[in-house]
């Protein structure tokens, strides 16, 4: 136990500067258990002991990597039992899906430590509510994405703007773009961040892609495989599906010949490509008012920092632009394929790009390289503050 408290202790000791991330303000810390999940590489670690830093470090608060070989004899039990014994109130769990029963053992501490507030983190590809029988409707389930434009802008220029809400954004668009430019100018910094300033390896490595093509590999070999219990024979096929992904996306998916391509049937395709969202490898486009999204409209990178993977002659920008737009709307709303237009999220239709000539009154346009809109013409890059 000591030797948990000791490593806790080290780590927050050498913690570097950090981005304040929008979701430390989003979740209820009061809550008795709050489950994390994010994409490898997103900073999920890092969220964790910045959020032990602010708490008061009289050892009530411990954090613990469930990768660590002092879980090869005891149990997240034994720890929950001893850290209250010793007056510990908030449990910071870290790589918690692969422990074996994670969740059964989760719900022991739930059910008989009721002073206990743990917090853990994992996989995006791991089953909770609904799916997890054993904690459905104990833990409060949140989502950690890589930097919204807002945070990546905040970082490099050392502003300090706010979020907005879609609605905020539509029916004010122009006063906030003006507030914005006033102090600095956007544009300037939006092409970096969509080669390559969603992932937190902006903040100390120079080598941005290597990072990001090691950390995919970890996620296709350790993740998928692991939580979806693929045979490791089979992750070629996987891994050559997302390559070609790569080389298209965004396109109308023809299932029958990516399945040709991979060698594998229809349905494995079909699995194969909920997997890879499921990983945050990707988004599936579904057209609005298919219920049964059976079959998606559209697959699109998850974010355009992936798009740049494997296109080395460069990237179209329209596809580019529409890959932001669905990333920065798609963590907190519902999009889908409009009947007008490009997207639709909550009622409103989206187009993308700067062909505003055959632009209709109940489309609203996200335009590029402008500054400040009018209208129903909206700056591309202020959907990036949406979190």
Not at 200 to 217: A, C, G, L, Q, R
Not at 274 to 295: E, F, M, N, P, T
Not at 315 to 334: A, H, M, P, R
């Amino acid at each position: 136990m000591q030797t948990l408290f000791k490593i806790h202790d080290d780590l927050l000791s050498h913690l570097s500067p950090w981005i304040k991330r929008g979701l430390m303000d989003d979740i209820d810390w009061s809550a008795r258990m709050i489950g994390i999940k994010g994409s490898r590489g997103i900073g999920k670690t890092t969220f964790l002991l910045n959020y032990a830093k602010n708490v008061a470090n009289d050892h009530k608060c411990l954090y613990a990597d469930l990768n660590n070989f002092y879980f090869a004899t005891h149990t997240i039990t034994s720890l929950a039992d001893n850290f209250c014994k010793l007056g510990g109130h908030t449990l910071l769990l870290d790589q918690v899906y692969k422990y074996p029963d994670w969740s059964k053992e989760l719900r022991y501490c739930y059910d008989n430590y009721p002073n206990l507030h743990i917090v853990f983190v994992g996989s995006p590809v791991m089953r909770l509510k609904e799916a997890n029988p054993e904690l459905h409707g104990l833990v409060d389930v949140y989502s950690l994405e890589g930097f919204s434009f807002r945070e990546y802008l905040n970082y490099k220029a050392g502003t300090t703007f706010p979020k907005y809400s879609l609605d905020e954004i539509i029916a004010n668009h122009q006063q906030i773009a003006t507030d914005i430019v006033s102090k600095v100018r956007p544009l300037a910094y939006f092409s970096d961040y969509l080669h390559h300033g969603f992932y937190p390896y902006i903040m100390n490595e120079k080598d941005v892609f290597s990072s990001m093509i090691k950390t995919i590999n970890l996620v296709l070999e350790i993740e998928i495989s692991y939580l979806q219990q693929i045979e490791h024979k089979c992750m070629p096929k996987l891994r050559k599906l997302l390559y070609l992904i790569t080389q298209s996306a965004p396109f109308q998916p023809n299932v029958s010949k990516l399945a040709a391509e991979v060698d594998t049937s229809r349905a494995t395709v079909m699995n194969y490509m909920v997997y890879l969202k499921q990983a945050r490898l990707i988004h599936l486009l579904y057209q609005d008012g298919d219920s049964s999204q059976k079959k998606p409209a559209h697959i699109f990178m998850q974010n355009p920092n992936l798009m740049y993977l494997c296109n080395y002659g460069g990237v179209d920008s329209e596809s580019l632009y529409k890959t932001f737009f669905f990333n920065q709307l798609g963590y907190k709303n519902k999009v889908t394929r409009g009947l007008v237009g490009d997207f639709c999220v909550g009622g409103n239709l989206f187009s993308i790009g700067s062909d505003t000539k055959h632009l209709k009154n109940d489309v609203i346009w996200a335009r590029d390289m402008i500054e400040i809109g009018k209208n129903n013409i909206i700056p591309l890059w202020l959907f990036g503050f949406l979190y």
